[in-house]
């Protein structure tokens, strides 16, 4: 795995293990194609890498990661959907910030969200596709990052004084 591969791999992990509840669990390993259910993909483009980031789900495990499970009885199909499409921007943003920290600027495509989609996902990390699966009570989450950048591209982190940016969650007030 190229050195880029690597970087990324790390930072979407990480973003991923953050943004999850702490009841989904990493599948390591050989792990379950996805079940079919809800997906949601959100291209991204740059100066050095452009590609897509995709998330999908049983819709009882999406409900599971939403932000208002267990304060109401039943999330509507709109929640679902409104949901599975702001993690996988929450997700890809995250990344965007990491990647600012090795002078990488990325622009998000809106997400869109899919229903009744079976996908394969082929993780293969030489050729910028990485897949994290997660388990939880209602079913795997699967997060998959498929990117593309030129051969001479090189990640070094900017010196801490450059780094100067927002951390995910904060506000701003303009």
Not at 70 to 76: I, Y
Not at 98 to 119: H, K, N, Q
Request: charge should be negative; aromatic fraction near 6%; charged fraction near 20%.
């Amino acid at each position: 795995m190229s050195e880029v591969a690597q970087i990324v791999d790390e930072l979407s992990l990480r973003t991923c293990e953050a943004m999850l509840p702490g009841e989904f669990k990493r599948v390591t390993g050989d792990a379950p194609e996805p079940e079919q259910g809800l997906v949601a993909v959100i291209g991204f483009s740059g100066d050095v890498m452009r590609g897509v980031l995709g998330v999908t789900a049983p819709a009882e495990a999406i409900a599971e990661t939403h932000p208002l499970a267990g304060q109401v009885e039943e999330l509507c199909d709109e929640q679902l959907y409104d949901w599975i499409a702001e993690l996988s921007n929450q997700l890809l943003g995250r990344i965007k910030g990491e990647l600012m920290g090795y002078g990488v600027t990325l622009w998000l495509a809106s997400p869109v969200v899919l229903r009744g989609v079976s996908i394969r996902i082929m993780s293969q990390p030489e050729v910028g596709v990485q897949k994290y699966t997660f388990h939880g009570r209602s079913g795997d989450l699967c997060v998959w990052i498929d990117y593309q950048y030129s051969e001479d591209t090189e990640l070094t982190a900017l010196p801490e004084e450059e780094q100067e940016h927002c951390v995910a969650g904060e506000m701003l007030l303009f």
